[in-house]
């Protein structure tokens, strides 16, 4: 089952790669790199390595608030979709690239906080991971992302960053400390 999870995590990151580095890049244009998108590369890596890999788990539970707070955001995209006329030319790649950014990683962080930290991470984990994790997602942030790097839609990306440091800060006490029995299926 777990190569079936591989094979489907790499064609997935493999067209999500093409479709808005290549397929998407006129109309995405600064956009191919924001937060979401790179945190959705790393979410089907994740996937690719059959969710075996403490480094990528650990960026798709960390940026899973951040992504509930962009869900709003695609709200307003699928609301106001049919009045932006600069997108015409790639309207049904534009709708795909939408519904394959913000949902998986939603979805996916969502089943990984309900099944519970001790199925992804073992007890007493280092902060190694989440060290180079924060270092795959902030760099590129900070050193790509135009609502960071030229200030767009700010305070967007400084509500970002608060959120990010958050989330990672208490992951890393849950993971590290080993406080574990945080039963989500009984919230339910």
């Known amino acids: 089952m777990n190569y079936l999870v591989s094979i489907f995590g790499g064609l997935i990151l493999v067209f999500r790669v093409w479709l ?3 397929k998407l890049r006129e109309e995405l244009q600064f956009r191919r790199l924001y937060l979401s998108r790179v945190v959705n590369f790393h979410t089907f890596m994740a996937m690719t390595l059959s969710f075996e890999n403490h480094i ?22 699928f609301k106001n979709f049919k009045k932006r006329p600069y997108w015409r030319k790639n309207k049904g790649w534009l709708l795909v690239e939408r519904l ?8 996916i962080g ?34 790509m992302d135009e609502r960071w ?32 029995h945080v039963d989500f299926s009984q919230i339910f």
């Open 20 to 22: 808005t580095q290549d």
């Open 149 to 180: 790097t030229k200030g767009y839609n700010y305070p967007q990306p400084l509500i970002m960053i608060v959120i990010m440091i958050s989330s990672t800060i208490v992951l890393n006490i849950i993971i590290v400390f080993g406080i574990y």
């Open 100 to 107: 394959t950014l913000h949902i998986p990683i939603l979805v």
């Open 56 to 77: 990528f788990n650990q960026i798709v539970m960390t940026c899973w608030p951040v992504m509930i707070l962009t869900s709003v955001w695609d709200y307003n995209f």
């Open 110 to 143: 969502g089943v990984m906080y309900l099944q519970g930290f001790e199925k992804w991470f073992p007890r007493n984990l280092s902060f190694f991971p989440a060290i180079v994790g924060m270092f795959l997602v902030f760099i590129p942030f900070f050193l």
